[in-house]
C-alpha cells in the first residue's frame, strides 16, 4: 500500500483552538543546519506543526498544536527546541478527548 | 492570588489528578486542584475505556449519573495484514450484567463530571491555571507551587504531581527524567460520528451494549503499536499508536498510519459516511515497570501517567491512574491524622500501599513485556501476521490441494521467516516474559 496523501490541515480543522497570538508555547532554538531531531520532527509531529523553510531550516508554528508533547520527548533534551505549555486556558480545547 | 494555605494541591485533572482530589476532600482536606484547560477534561485524550470496579471505589453509585456511552459486551483482537484479519472475539451475555465491568466513554465529558464530584466534595478547582514552577525550600522539600496566574507562590503540605505523561514540574524540578522516545507511544485518534442505529448494525450490538477492537500487525508498518476501535452510542473512537522510537527510525507519519488503517478492508466498512468531528494525539507511557520514576519525596508524590503507570500488555492505564491518586491520597491522609510530616520517609507509605495493589503487582508480572516487543517488533508485527494470514487463507481457501501438503507449506513458510531457532526463541522469550 501506498502511503495516501493527507491532509493534516483538513484534520486540524475539527478541532477548537484559543490560540494565544505573539506567545508560542514551543520555539525551535536558532540553527543553520537542522539538528536530526528536528528533522525528526517533520513526519512525526502529529499536527505537521513542524516544517522546512527555503534556507533548509525547520521552523513551527503552533497554532494547530494538539499538545501531545512528542517534540518535548524528541527534540528539547539536546536543546534544539524550547517546550512548555500553553499559558491556562489557551492551545487546544477539546470536546471529546 | 490566592493567600491561604492548602493541606495539599493536586497538579491536573485527568484520572490520577480526580481520584486524589476527591479522596483528598472526602477526608476533610483543604485542597486545590489546578487544571490548564478551560474545565477538566478539555486537555484530556483516551480511547477511552473506563473501569467500573476502580470508580466504584470512589464514587460507588457513578452508573446513576456518570456519563458513560456503552457497556462492553465484546473484545475482538484482529491480527492483521494488508488486506485480512485474523480475529479472535469474545463475546458473553455475562457482561450484561446490572453492575457493567467496563465501559466506554469520552473523556471530555467523563472527566468534566468527575470534576464536578471533586467540586461537591468540597476541594476547589481552579481551571484555566498552569502550574509553572514546584517550589522547594532550602532543603529541597517541596513547599508549593507558583501558576501562570496567581503570580505568586501557593503553600501545601504536600503536592500531588498528576501532570500526565508530560509531567513538567517534576522533569523541571528534576525529581524525573523525561520518558525516553522509547518508552513512550505517539497515539493519534479520531472521532467518527453516525446514527446509532448505523453503529449498532455494524457491530452486532443491540441497546447501550459495546465493543472493543484491538489490532496489530502490518498497519504498524513493523513498528510496536496497536489500532484500536470503540464503539460509543453515536460515534466511534479509532486511533493507532506506535513507538516515538520506531517512528524516528522509519520517518513514518502517525496520520499516514491512521489513514491506512482506516482505508484497510476490515475497517473501512465500520465507519463509511462517517462524520469526523476531533483529531487528537496523545503520548502514552509504555515502559512499563522499569521505567517507573521515583514516586515520592519531600513534600510531593507523583501519580498516574506522569509516574508512567500503564499496563501495556491489558491497554490498562486510567485504572491504574485512578487507584495510584486514590492510594497515595489515602496515604496522605494518614500522615495528616497522625499529626506527621508529609516527609520522603512518611510519604513512602504511599509506595508501600502501591506495591501491595493490584498496580505494582501487575506492572512487576509484565516487567520484561516491552524489553521483547520492542527489541523482536519486526517479528511481532510484521513477520508474523503476515504469516498467519497466509496459514488461514491456506486453511480455508478449497482449491484442491491435499491437506497434509497446505499444512507442509504453511509450516514451512513460518521455519524461512523465522528459522526453528528464531521461532523457539519468540516462543520460550513470549512465555518468560508474560509469566
Not at chain 2, 28 to 52: C, F, M
Not at chain 2, 262 to 275: G, Q, R, Y
Not at chain 2, 282 to 302: F, M, N, Q, R
Request: aromatic share 8%.
Amino acid at each position: 500500500m501506498s502511503d495516501p496523501s493527507v491532509r493534516v490541515e483538513d484534520k486540524l480543522f475539527y478541532n477548537r483552538y484559543l490560540v494565544d497570538a505573539g506567545r508560542a508555547h514551543i520555539k525551535v532554538k536558532p540553527h543553520t543546519t537542522p539538528p536530526a531531531a528536528l528533522l525528526n520532527m517533520l513526519t512525526l509531529c502529529p499536527a505537521r506543526c513542524y516544517e522546512l523553510n527555503e534556507a533548509g531550516q525547520v521552523e513551527v508554528t503552533v497554532d494547530g498544536c494538539v499538545e501531545c508533547g512528542t517534540c518535548r520527548i524528541v527534540a528539547e533534551p539536546s536543546g534544539a527546541i524550547e517546550w512548555t505549555y500553553p499559558r491556562g486556558g489557551y492551545g487546544v480545547l477539546f470536546k471529546f478527548g | 492570588m490566592i493567600e491561604e494555605k492548602f493541606d495539599a494541591i493536586v497538579v491536573g485533572a485527568g484520572m490520577a489528578g480526580n481520584a486524589a482530589a476527591l479522596t483528598l476532600a472526602q477526608r476533610g482536606l483543604n485542597v486545590l486542584q489546578l487544571e490548564r484547560g478551560e474545565y477538566s477534561g478539555s486537555k484530556n485524550v483516551q480511547g477511552a475505556i473506563l473501569y467500573a470496579d476502580m470508580l466504584e471505589k470512589l464514587i460507588p453509585d457513578f452508573r446513576d449519573e456518570a456519563p458513560l456511552e456503552r457497556h462492553l459486551v465484546e473484545q475482538r483482537f484482529w491480527m492483521m495484514d494488508d488486506n485480512s484479519h485474523v480475529g479472535l472475539h469474545y463475546r458473553s451475555e455475562a457482561f450484561n450484567e446490572e453492575r457493567a465491568n467496563r465501559y466506554t466513554i469520552i473523556r471530555a465529558q467523563f472527566d468534566k463530571w468527575f470534576s464536578s464530584k471533586v467540586k461537591e466534595a468540597g476541594a476547589t478547582v481552579l481551571c484555566e491555571t498552569t502550574a509553572t514552577e514546584l517550589v522547594q525550600n532550602d532543603k529541597g522539600k517541596v513547599i508549593g507551587v507558583r501558576t501562570d496566574r496567581t503570580g505568586g507562590l501557593i503553600h501545601a503540605d504536600v503536592v500531588v504531581l498528576a501532570e500526565g505523561v508530560n509531567g513538567l514540574l517534576g522533569t523541571r524540578a528534576e525529581l524525573r527524567t523525561r520518558p525516553k522516545p522509547e518508552n513512550v507511544a505517539l497515539a493519534v485518534k479520531e472521532m467518527h460520528f453516525l446514527p446509532r442505529e448505523a453503529i449498532e448494525s455494524r457491530f452486532n450490538l443491540k441497546g447501550d451494549e459495546g465493543v472493543v477492537i484491538e489490532a496489530a500487525g502490518t498497519i504498524s508498518r513493523g513498528m510496536t503499536g496497536m489500532g484500536f476501535i470503540y464503539a460509543n452510542k453515536e460515534c466511534v473512537s479509532l486511533g493507532i499508536g506506535c513507538l516515538v522510537s520506531d517512528f524516528q527510525k522509519t520517518g513514518e507519519t502517525p496520520y499516514g498510519l491512521l489513514e491506512r488503517f482506516k482505508s484497510h478492508p476490515s475497517v473501512a466498512p465500520l465507519i463509511e459516511d462517517s462524520e469526523v468531528k476531533e483529531y487528537a494525539a496523545h503520548l502514552i507511557p509504555e515502559g512499563g515497570y522499569k521505567a517507573i520514576p521515583k514516586l515520592y519525596g519531600d513534600g510531593w508524590v507523583v501519580v498516574g501517567d506522569a509516574a508512567q503507570l500503564n499496563n501495556t500488555i491489558h491497554r490498562e492505564g486510567s485504572n491504574l491512574a485512578m487507584t495510584s491518586g486514590r492510594i497515595a491520597a489515602e496515604a496522605i491522609f494518614q500522615v495528616k491524622s497522625r499529626k506527621d510530616e508529609m516527609s520522603a520517609k512518611n510519604l513512602s507509605l504511599y509506595k508501600t500501599m502501591l506495591d501491595e495493589s493490584f498496580v505494582m503487582k501487575d506492572l512487576k508480572k509484565y516487567k520484561d513485556m516491552p524489553g521483547l516487543m520492542h527489541v523482536n517488533s519486526q517479528n511481532f508485527f510484521l513477520t508474523y501476521p503476515q504469516l498467519v494470514s497466509k496459514a488461514m487463507q491456506s486453511f480455508v481457501r478449497v482449491d484442491g490441494t491435499p491437506k497434509a501438503e497446505k499444512e507442509r507449506k504453511s509450516m514451512r513458510a513460518f521455519v524461512e521467516a523465522r528459522s526453528w531457532v528464531g521461532l523457539f526463541g519468540d516462543a520460550f522469550r513470549l512465555a518468560r516474559a508474560w509469566r
